[in-house]
């Protein structure tokens, strides 16, 4: 037992150490870039209490990175940060670059209480370190004084509150950390679509927030393995509600994987669209419709075809492609189908929208 803790130690340390060496090195550079920064930093007296009350709670890593390099964290005047256990991050297999951004990503520039997390409404987002990206309050229990962003328990609330420092322990990381979901030109961050609140940053705009529920569909397929159909649809969200600002319902067909590195945005759009459908059909109601019946997607021009069942084939087959896993994730706006692989578009490069 001696001999595991104090191997546990060696990590956590060894990690904690890599993050500082990173932070303390690019906060170098910036100061030599801009010696005219005048942001002033947090009281070290606040930043070392705070390092002493995660280590007291179990945060051993993030009470380390505190103690080395508050600099990663408490790059404004106020902070809140949400402390990961320590076993989601010594399982981590990212590069330190990565990984630090992930901490960064879990810092926001506001000072939150529990109180203040509370009192947001469902699906507000709160602003972070990390270029910009938000995360989102996803559940709000008042009677059982629990909140959960991104999905994950707020476990420790009100862990530190001292000065302009606001520090709660969550379960878990507010994003993957398998490296195997970083593509070339993809962030590995993928903040959710969430609703606007006052000042704070909005990937959806208020007037559609009430309609499909896009945040939570992107939830269920990041959570379910289909990563690379979850990181597409995010990405060009914002085209597709430009464009259809009247949907209220829809049916996705979800293929095991998309090679995201292959196509430039305006393509990786058009087969996204071409996967999905501006009204609801479950299994069911796609097994009544006549073969050859055409269904519209949300790629102007470009049907899907009831083929029919196949003989050699289980289930329905949709242009061609079999669907695997019918009616998998449902609510009374969405439907979502797996299918056995990606739908072929006719002339790919040449499609029009």
Same mark, same amino acid.
């Given at each position: ?8 130690? !060696? ?13 303390? *090195? ?17 009281? =070290? ?5 705070? %390092?002493?009350? +995660? ?5 051993? #890593? ?14 404004? !005047? ?8 320590? %076993?989601?991050? %010594? ?14 990503? =879990? ?11 509370? *009192? ?14 938000? #995360? ?5 229990? $008042? ?10 328990? &707020? *476990? =420790? ?10 520090? =709660? ?65 995010? %990405? ?17 067909? &979800? ?11 305006? +393509?990786? $759009? ?5 996967? &999905? ?40 087959? #949709?242009?061609?492609?079999?669907? &695997? ?6 609510? *009374? ?8 692989? !990606? ?11």
């Amino acid at each position: 037992m001696a001999c595991c803790t104090r191997w546990h130690a !060696a990590v956590y340390f060894t990690m904690a150490v890599i993050l500082a060496f990173i932070a303390i *090195s690019m906060t170098l550079r910036s100061e030599a870039n801009d010696e005219t920064s005048q942001t002033k930093p947090i009281s =070290h007296i606040v930043s070392l209490n705070a %390092s002493r009350t +995660l280590r007291r709670a179990g945060f051993n #890593i993030m009470a380390t990175l505190l103690q080395v390099s508050p600099e990663l964290f408490f790059s404004s !005047a106020n902070a809140t940060l949400f402390a990961v256990k320590d %076993s989601a991050i %010594s399982n981590a297999t990212l590069p330190p670059r990565l990984l630090k951004n992930l901490l960064q990503y =879990h810092t926001s520039p506001l000072q939150l209480s529990m109180e203040d997390l509370l *009192s947001k409404p469902q699906g507000a987002c709160l602003p972070t370190l990390y270029q910009q990206k938000s #995360i989102a309050i996803t559940k709000v229990d $008042e009677k059982e004084r629990s909140v959960e962003i991104n999905n994950v328990l &707020v *476990s =420790h609330p009100n862990l530190f509150l001292e000065g302009p420092i606001s520090i =709660h322990g969550v379960l878990g990381p507010f994003s993957a950390l398998d490296p195997r979901d970083v593509y070339q030109g993809w962030d590995i961050i993928q903040s959710p679509a969430c609703d606007s609140n006052s000042n704070m940053i909005s990937d959806v705009p208020p007037d559609l927030k009430n309609m499909v529920e896009w945040s939570r569909i992107i939830r269920l397929l990041n959570s379910n393995g289909f990563v690379s159909f979850a990181i597409g649809l995010h %990405s060009v969200l914002d085209g597709i509600l430009g464009d259809h600002k009247g949907l209220k319902s829809l049916t996705i067909f &979800v293929p095991p994987s998309l090679e995201l590195e292959a196509y430039p945005t305006p +393509l990786l $759009e058009k087969i996204v669209r071409f996967h &999905v459908l501006p009204q609801k059909f479950t299994n069911r109601e796609l097994e009544s419709l006549a073969p050859r019946t055409l269904l519209r997607t949300l790629l102007h021009g470009q049907p899907l075809e009831v083929t029919g069942a196949v003989d050699f084939m289980k289930g329905l087959v #949709i242009s061609g492609v079999n669907i &695997v896993a019918p009616d998998m994730f449902s609510s *009374s706006k969405f439907i979502v189908h797996g299918i056995s692989r !990606a739908l072929e578009l006719d002339d790919l490069p040449n499609t029009a929208r």
